[in-house]
């Protein structure tokens, strides 16, 4: 089933961070992944699409390399990391393939999220797996992230991963029951938080940083809650290590530390959209395809295009203007300026012949787009 269809399906992304998988440091904790797949298998089977962000690559590499610890020199990290990734990977498609459930790997860099091109086609290739009802698992690309733009922690990746696929809930499964007042490694009886605004700038007083073998600690769950909630997802902080934390999540049971957007996922979204971006160039728009805009909140197809202004690549900010040159909406185009000059007043089943590639529907996906209020 596509995304584009109206159909509201609930998406989870489920982070499982490096204290929780691996076995004291070094290799994987191969039965605790075995419990975590039997339970988001679950979620699926409760019609919750399921993306899998993991980390666990360094330690697994650690492992395998006969290594004492995890290396200090970050290019001997990232070797480790890609020795790791392997099996990794090799033990979650082992483990869903014993439920008939394809996995597949997904590497990404901050690069890749941060352009827009790439943002857009990142966007479209996981839809593509999730509609297909592959499981993507997903960490960041170790090999090529340098450290002055890498994500670092897998809280963060998480989080744009929510975005990126405006999933309703981002589960955190870390070491601790979730957000306390105080780190509980230095004051073990410091009282847990259960729900909260992600935005409150009390949590990230109470959070500190790693006690263990993960990197961001608990700061880095607290920003990735706020840049979660920018596309309305909830974010859940639990123990993964609870007796099947997932299932009760999904029934509704209060565990861990639930922190709430401040705004309806689409607001949210949308006003992120709208204060972010610049425009290169425009598309005019008929009036069908106005109204269609302005009234239905539907996403804007070739078919209503009736020219192309200035110049621009796919995933860049473009104005939709009507006739009469009032801009009715911006959004992030599906094309550059060269192909939807091609596509013009076209329907989207004659995108293939046109462009020699079957490229997305729309010239701009809904969830792209936001409205002029004027
Ligand atoms: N206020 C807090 N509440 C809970 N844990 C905290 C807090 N402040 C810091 N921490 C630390 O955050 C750690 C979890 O983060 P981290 O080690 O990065 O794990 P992960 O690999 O799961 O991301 C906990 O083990 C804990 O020591
Ligand atoms: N990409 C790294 C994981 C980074 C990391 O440890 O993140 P986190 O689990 O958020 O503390 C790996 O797979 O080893």
Known sequence: MSSNQEVVKRRWVVKIGSSLITNNGTGLDHAAISEWVRQLVGLRE????????????????????GLKSRPRQVHLQQAAAAVGQMGLVQTYETRFQQFGVHTAQVLLTHDDLANRRRYLNARSTLTGLVDMGVVPVINENDTVATAELCFGDNDTLGALVANLLGADTLVILTDQRGLHREDPRAVPD???ISEAMAADPALLKMAGGSGSLG?????TKITAARLAARSGACTIIVNGRESDVLLRLVQGESIGTRLLPEKQPVAARKQWLAGQLKVKGSLTVDTGAER?????????LPVGVIAVNGRFDR???VACVNESGQEVARGLVNYNSTEAGQLVRQPSRMIESLLGYAGDPEMIHRDNLVLNDH
């Open 46 to 65: 409760k019609g919750i699409e399921v993306v899998l962000v993991s980390s666990g690559a360094v330690a697994e590499g650690v492992a395998r390399l």
């Open 190 to 192: 410091a009282p847990l």
């Open 215 to 219: 990197r961001g600690g608990m700061r």
């Open 292 to 300: 269609v805009l302005r009234e239905s909140g539907r996403s804007l």
């Open 315 to 317: 995933g860049e900010v």
